[in-house]
């Protein structure tokens, strides 16, 4: 009987165990657009291990980028200028190593006349975008041992952050091209965790056994009466 009653008190205090649910927070940070190229740091704060057992990590990671491109056909003919707005946004781990990559690309076919004897980026023969830009995202989790030790404790973490600029442009020799680029990047570290289950306060627990043991002795007596 005592064995039954330590069984029944070991379930009433596993049972919150059984019922913890998955839970998740989040902590997000940025840089403004800024012309490329450039390198941050962006700092988060760390998984508080009190909340429960860390067991993954995402990093969301939203890049833009935008500016203008121009061209100007120098040649006695018309030509074909394709002229792509891009950066390589690279998200890293405070040692250097590579968490996720996004490319946000623009790209348009433009058709120029031939040269009007004019290096303007305008008339007939050149263009000028105006402002133009696109977006990327990337998302990459995380469930590596040395990841979760790593993003877990007291205070933050620095990750880097770093905007390169990758535009170019595809025409014949006799086109002068440019850029403005700038580039601009949201990341958002969100932990995936089962919180701890609450553990009943000692007046509680005491409760739960007192009952156990009075249904154990209302048993008693009436095993004995039979």
């Known amino acids: 009987m005592k064995k039954t009653f330590a069984a029944l008190a070991l379930a009433a205090v596993l049972l919150p165990v059984a019922g913890a649910q998955a839970a998740v927070i989040s902590f997000s940070n940025s840089i403004g657009m800024t012309e490329t190229d ?3 740091a962006l700092r988060f704060s760390k998984f508080n291990t009190k909340l429960g057992a860390l067991n993954a990590i995402t990093f969301d ?4 980028v935008s500016g203008a491109g121009f061209a100007e056909n120098r040649g006695s003919s018309a030509a074909n200028v394709t002229l792509t707005l891009s950066s390589t946004m690279t998200l890293t781990r405070p040692d250097g190593s590579t968490l996720g990559v996004a490319n946000p690309v623009f790209n348009q076919v433009y058709r120029l006349a031939r040269y009007d004897r004019v290096v303007d980026y305008g008339g007939t023969s050149g263009i000028h975008t105006g402002t133009i ?3 990327s995202a990337a998302s990459f989790l995380s469930s590596s041992a040395s990841d979760i030790a790593l993003f877990s404790g007291n205070g933050f973490i620095e990750l880097g952050l770093s905007a390169l600029g990758t535009s170019f442009a595809q025409g014949p020799g ?3 091209t440019g850029f403005d680029t700038l580039a601009s990047g949201a990341v958002q570290v969100t932990y995936d965790y089962t919180p701890f289950a609450e553990i009943p306060e000692p007046a509680t627990l005491a409760t739960m056994l007192a ?4 249904m154990g002795a209302v048993r008693r007596r009436k095993a004995k009466r039979a």
Request: aromatic content about 12%; charged content about 10%.
């Open 211 to 214: 009952g156990f043991g009075l």
């Open 133 to 135: 830009e696109a977006s």
């Open 38 to 40: 450039w390198s941050e």
């Open 61 to 64: 990671l939203n890049g833009l």
């Open 174 to 176: 006799n086109v002068i």
